[in-house]
């Protein structure tokens, strides 16, 4: 929601600020994406919302900072409501909450992925008498 929301505001934006398209649109997008990022909202098509707001026709700059919040807010929000409702009603948890590093969620009988990381004692080993041919 905050993506797309803040996309179309940056969008309406560029195109009241520069009347010329060619510069308003890829400056909505560039702005919109670094915009989402700062506000750690970052989504992907929110860079089209802003591209909308800018190319979108009369209609949409007429409705001006209006169109952040209706549609694109409204919509966002039905979104966001049907993934809740149809998610919740399949027995899957949404949103997604985070696996936890120290769990193995796969039940294998492999280490950890953070336990398995660097080198260990046994590799350094194996490296040094590689190197010495000797193959212990």
């Known amino acids: 929601m905050g993506g797309n929301t803040v996309s179309a505001l940056v969008g309406v934006a560029c195109a009241h600020l520069l009347p010329d398209p060619a510069l308003a649109a890829p400056l909505a997008g560039a702005l919109a994406i670094g915009t989402m990022f700062a506000l750690r909202c970052l ?3 929110g860079g089209a919302v802003a591209l909308t707001a800018v190319l979108g026709g ?10 952040a919040f209706m549609p694109v807010a409204l919509n966002s ?4 409501g049907a993934a809740l409702v149809y998610n919740n009603a399949t027995g899957r948890r949404y949103p997604h909450l985070p696996h936890a590093a120290d769990r193995n969620v796969h039940a ?4 950890l992925p953070a ?3 660097g080198i260990t004692e046994e590799d350094r080993k194996r490296r040094c008498c590689a190197m010495a041919k000797c193959w212990t």
């Open 43 to 45: 989504h992907p098509p």
């Open 115 to 117: 336990e398995r990381l």
């Open 77 to 80: 929000a039905l979104i966001v």
């Open 108 to 111: 294998t009988g492999d280490a």
């Open 58 to 67: 009369q209609a949409v700059h007429d409705a001006g900072f209006a169109f």
